[in-house]
């Protein structure tokens, strides 16, 4: 606790400013004070944990899932054949250069209101680091540990599991830490564009009648799945690379 104590005095001063500017001002329905977000939140705490919560939350654990399985896959690929390589890695960068809130009502078009247009929205922006991530690992294994191994005899199978994958774990959950703060705001952007239910269409609603405070009471909720998702990536993190400590 005592690592992140600047930063939790930090975030009490800035609410307390925000607090203390926004009863200035005084226009609730522009800007509402912190502690009016959270009597929204408990007013809206039905609503919100039981319906929108459980719609938002299956979207991000989909598109997670799929951007796992198929970045790990396609980095290990691209590691393997320089010409798939020099096929698929350029159209991964390009894929980032597509601006994310303009092609996601194609999405909507093609697969209506279903979830499917907001998970293929979240595995859309988490794709990218977690296949670039691991993509960077796999390639950065020790050459010369590589070369001491095969004159040793160990075959492809050995090198890419005693040493590659080794090599590759810590930049996958880099990756993976980016991907999953990402993927609240894919799931939140794909709701905010078509959705009958989750956060980010709850919060939608809320801006089309004025209602500031319940436009940020979902926005804090999300913001605490994120820091929630961060911290279980962490955990795994450090359980699965306890190596580290011992070199």
Do not use: C
Not at 83 to 98: H, T, V
Not at 127 to 136: L, N, Y
């Amino acid at each position: 606790m005592k690592k992140y104590g600047a930063s939790v005095i930090l975030v009490v001063i800035l609410l307390a400013a925000w607090e203390i500017g926004a009863r200035i001002v005084n226009y609730p329905f522009i800007l509402p004070t912190p502690s009016g977000i959270l009597t929204k939140l408990w007013d809206l705490r039905m609503d919100l944990l039981f319906k929108h919560l459980p719609a938002t939350l299956s979207i991000i654990l989909i598109g997670l899932v799929i951007s796992v399985v198929l970045g790990v896959l396609l980095a290990v690929w691209m590691n393997w054949s320089p010409l798939i390589e020099r096929a698929f890695y350029p159209l991964i960068i390009a894929s980032q250069m597509i601006p994310t809130i303009a092609i996601a009502p194609v999405f909507v078009l093609w697969f209506g209101y279903s979830i499917w247009s907001k998970v293929i929205v979240t595995v859309l922006i988490t794709f990218f680091p977690i296949t670039v991530g691991t993509f960077d690992g796999l390639r950065s294994s020790n050459k010369e540990l590589k070369e001491l191994m095969l004159t040793m005899g160990a075959t492809k199978k050995d090198i890419f599991f005693k040493l590659n994958i080794p090599s590759a774990l810590p930049h996958f959950y880099s990756g993976l830490k980016v991907a999953v703060t990402f993927s609240i705001i894919g799931a939140a952007i794909g709701e905010w564009l078509g959705a009958q239910a989750g956060l980010g269409y709850f919060s939608r609603r809320m801006m089309t009648q004025f209602d500031a405070a319940g436009v940020f009471a979902p926005i804090v909720i999300l913001s605490a799945l994120g820091i929630l998702f961060f911290i279980i990536v962490v955990g795994f993190e450090k359980r699965s690379l306890k190596w580290r400590k011992t070199e």
